[in-house]
């Protein structure tokens, strides 16, 4: 079985300072992880992806990620947001040894203040 | 990049009605597509899954025979709502899995959604 959290439901952070959105996640085999963001009104852009190797992992618009196995944790971090960040963010993991479909997390909407 | 097309990006029709929502992939060949609802307070909920050339398989809960999909090519598949009740009105979301990737990768293009509202 696979699931996937993002505890919350909203974050709020000021343009040019550091943000993070959580994620964890729970899976039996070996975990797949992405992070996916939706505009208003649009479908889900693929930002970044974790299978194997570093555990920092880069996507687009200079946004990362940090695997941790332990906490089994995938948090979406950026050094430094803009007002144009805002949106709803979604992360997705699948179960290396089970099915190929992603399960999505409930979504999290960053509102970037200028 | 990989793209799909989802249309119409808004439709308004009458209780009763059928509505057809294409979803394309305009620059690969997707195996699988996912027809996704996502609901007013963000949550993505997936409908079905279909891949080409056979019957597409409905998640628990979605009724096959009120939305219809079809995966007909590599590149199409089409859902459509059958006899829509105010209650069907949402936003829906394509996506495909690119067929040249691996199972592992795994990477997900979607759709810009169609808003469909039931009057």
């Known amino acids: 079985a696979q699931s996937v959290a993002q505890p919350e439901d909203q974050v709020n952070v000021a343009e040019g300072n550091p943000l993070t959105v959580k994620c964890t996640y729970s899976?039996?085999?070996?975990?797949?992880l992405f992070w996916y963001v939706q505009y208003p009104n649009r479908g889900l852009q693929f930002l970044l992806k974790?299978?194997?190797?570093?555990?920092l992992v880069k996507g687009s618009y200079g946004f990362e990620a940090e695997f941790n196995k332990s906490q089994t944790s995938f948090h979406l971090k950026k050094p430094s947001a803009l007002v144009s960040d805002s949106a709803l963010y979604f992360c997705?993991?699948?179960?290396?040894?089970?099915?190929?479909?992603?399960?999505f997390g409930r979504g999290t909407s960053l509102i970037v203040h200028p | 990049g990989a793209v799909v097309s989802q249309h119409p990006s808004r439709v308004i029709c009458k209780s009763g009605t059928s509505v057809k929502i294409e979803c394309r992939s305009l620059?690969?060949?997707?195996?699988?597509m996912f027809w996704y609802r996502q609901f007013p307070k963000k949550s993505l909920m997936l409908m079905a899954t279909?891949?080409?050339?056979?019957?597409?398989?409905?998640e628990q809960g979605v009724e096959k025979d009120k939305f219809l999909i079809n995966h007909a090519s590599l590149t199409l598949s089409t859902l459509t709502v059958t006899s829509a009740h105010p209650e069907d009105s949402s936003f829906y979301i394509c996506?495909?899995?690119?067929?040249?990737?691996?199972?592992?990768?795994?990477?997900?293009?979607f759709g810009a959604g169609t808003r469909l509202s039931v009057l």
């Open positions: 620059d690969f060949q997707a195996t699988t």
């Open positions: 899976v039996s085999g070996n975990p797949y």
């Open positions: 996506s495909a899995r690119d067929k040249a990737s691996g199972l592992w990768e795994n990477i997900q293009y």
């Open positions: 974790y299978i194997t190797g570093d555990n």
């Open positions: 997705a993991v699948r179960d290396g040894g089970g099915s190929y479909i992603p399960t």
């Open positions: 279909s891949n080409e050339g056979s019957k597409a398989t409905y």
